[in-house]
Structure formats: C-alpha cells, structure tokens
C-alpha cells in the first residue's frame, strides 16, 4: 500500500515546492540547493523543519532555506549531546543498581535476576531475550554465565528498555532506594512507570538519528491527556527560574518534556562532577552556536521563546555545576 500524501518529487518538483510555500532560497541557487540535497541530507528531512514556521494559507511566513539547513545542523549537534547524556546517565543508574544491590541487600545478584525474571508475563521468553543480549553483546560472558545469569552481566549487555524494567522492578520493592525518585505512579490499577521512559523517547530519536527539533513547538491539544511533569522536572525547571507560565506550556510539548525531564534526571542522579561539567559545557556551546544564525528566527517568536526556556535551564546547569 502507498501513501498517496507523499510522493517522490524530481528536482524540478523540490525547487517549485518551496517557491509555491513561500519559502525563499536564501543564500542558494537552485542548482545549488539540489547539489546540497544531493549530498548532506534528503528533501523529505529537511521541509521537516517547516513545521516549527507560522503556516497561513498555504504559505510560510519568515523562512527560507537557510533557516531550516541551519535547524538541520542544531538538531545534528542536539543529537550528538543527548545521546551522550542518556549514555552517561544509563550508566549511572547501572552502578547505582548494581551498587544498591551489592552493598544494602542481602541479595547476591542472582536471585534478584530471577525474581524479575519470574515477574514477567512469559519468563521463558524474557530469560532467552536477556541471554541473547549477553551473547550478542559478549560470547565468553555467555559462556560463563548462561546457566545462571547474574544482574550485573544483564544490566551491563542490555538495552535500555530492559534496565528500565529492571529499575522499575527494583524500586517497585525497595521504596527507599534513591532510584525510589524515578517513580511514576499511575491510577485505577495501571502498572507504575518510570521516568525513565522520557529519557527513553530522547535516548531513541538521538541514537537512531531521528529528526527532534520538528516538532519542538507542537503542544499537545488542552482537552488530550498528557503525563504531569514530575515532582524532579518541576522543581528543576523551578530552579532555574522559568515561569509558572512558561513552564505549563513547554511542557506541554512532548518532546520539550522529553528533553527537560532527561536533564532533570541526569542533574539529580548522576554523581561525577567532572562528566556533568562537560555535559553542560556542550549544551552551553550549543546554545552559542543557535545564536549564530539567529536573523532567521526573530520574527519567530514560538522558536524564540523555546531557546529562552532552554537557555535557562542550561544556564542553571553551567552556574552550579
């Protein structure tokens, strides 16, 4: 089956299409703007970015090219920083598991494997997924430890959906774990989650290489439903001294949400000052860098008022870190 909504144009076909949205050419030439297309990203990517420009009658105000190769490279650079925060913080949580294990239980990492094993709808299912993540990931640790699987080699070769379930089992029974915080309880008998899911949405788009900044001002409708911040995201962006305003309606950007729940989290839990430093040191050179161009978005002021957001919360991070 073919979406008849989107459809393979030739490069007369690209070049018409941004002359009929408005969307000027900027700095290029037509034939300098397919050689582009040709050679660093994909048509279909690029107009992604269109999204974030005001849209009235078929039309887009304000824009050119310009404007959405400059987002491309902010989302490429945006990418690239996330990804390595979610790494650090994965981490982190990892040892803080293992550590908690080790240190303040009685458990020998084995049994506790076990149990969260046997916690699953199809234990079998889930004992040879976890296996395969071993195998794949290490051969002679396979070896070692496929008949008795301890937490430590699973948590070091499993993705990251499988550490989150892991945490969320291990807090579910230890509700004084600082890991505790990560908690999300849900009504009328739904399974309780973690705020890890929200670093999980970011950690994907960043390691899969998927577009983010395209949907950094679509708000989720007032009447749908959509996740209360968390006690850490609140009083992080709080800190930093967002408005109550402000605050209430970037958050209602899932991926805004997203974003400022992982580096809530990564603030709050991860130990290493050093890391941190250089985390932070990145985003405030990311944000240096949106400055760069910023002609091609003043007269975007749902764009502007997101890099004010984001901007504090970064210069938060910097002042106290």
């Not at 969307?23 to 050689?35: A, D, N, R, T, V």
């Not at 985003?283 to 161009?293: D, G, H």
Request: net charge positive; charged share 25%; proline share 2%.
């Amino acid at each position: 089956m073919t979406n008849s909504s989107v459809t393979k144009l030739t490069d007369n076909e690209m070049i018409l299409f941004f002359k009929n949205k408005n969307i000027s050419l900027g700095l290029y030439s037509e034939k300098e703007l397919i050689f582009f297309l040709k050679n660093n990203t994909y048509f279909f990517k690029l107009i992604s970015y269109r999204k974030t420009f005001p849209y009235e009658n078929n039309k887009y105000s304000n824009l050119s090219v310009d404007a959405l190769i400059d987002m491309s490279t902010i989302d490429m650079q945006l990418r690239y920083i996330f990804l390595k925060i979610c790494l650090d913080l994965e981490h982190s949580l990892k040892t803080q598991l293992i550590n908690e294990i080790t240190f303040n239980t009685d458990d020998n990492g084995y049994t506790f494997l076990n149990n969260f094993i046997d916690s699953t709808n199809n234990p079998r299912s889930t004992r040879r997924k976890l296996l395969k993540m071993v195998k794949r990931t290490d051969e002679a640790l396979y070896e070692k430890y496929q008949e008795n699987l301890p937490i430590w080699v699973a948590l070091e070769c499993s993705e990251f959906a499988w550490t989150e379930s892991i945490i969320r089992f291990y807090i579910a029974s230890h509700p004084t774990s600082a890991l505790a915080k990560l908690r999300v309880r849900r009504p009328d008998g739904q399974q309780d989650i973690t705020l890890l899911t929200y670093v999980r949405n970011i950690r994907n788009k960043s390691a899969h290489n998927s577009i983010i900044l395209n949907r950094i001002t679509t708000a989720v409708e007032e009447s749908a439903e959509i996740p209360n911040a968390s006690n850490i995201t609140k009083t992080f962006v709080s800190k930093a001294h967002v408005s109550n305003n402000s605050s209430r309606k970037k958050l209602r950007i899932p991926v805004i949400l997203d974003m400022t729940t992982t580096l809530a989290i990564y603030d709050n839990m991860v130990s290493s000052h050093e890391m941190k430093k250089r985390r932070y040191t990145e985003l405030k050179q990311l944000m240096l860098r949106i400055k760069k161009n910023k002609q091609y978005y003043k007269k975007n002021n749902s764009l502007t008022s997101i890099y004010n957001y984001f901007n504090q919360l970064v210069n938060y991070l910097n002042l106290h870190s």
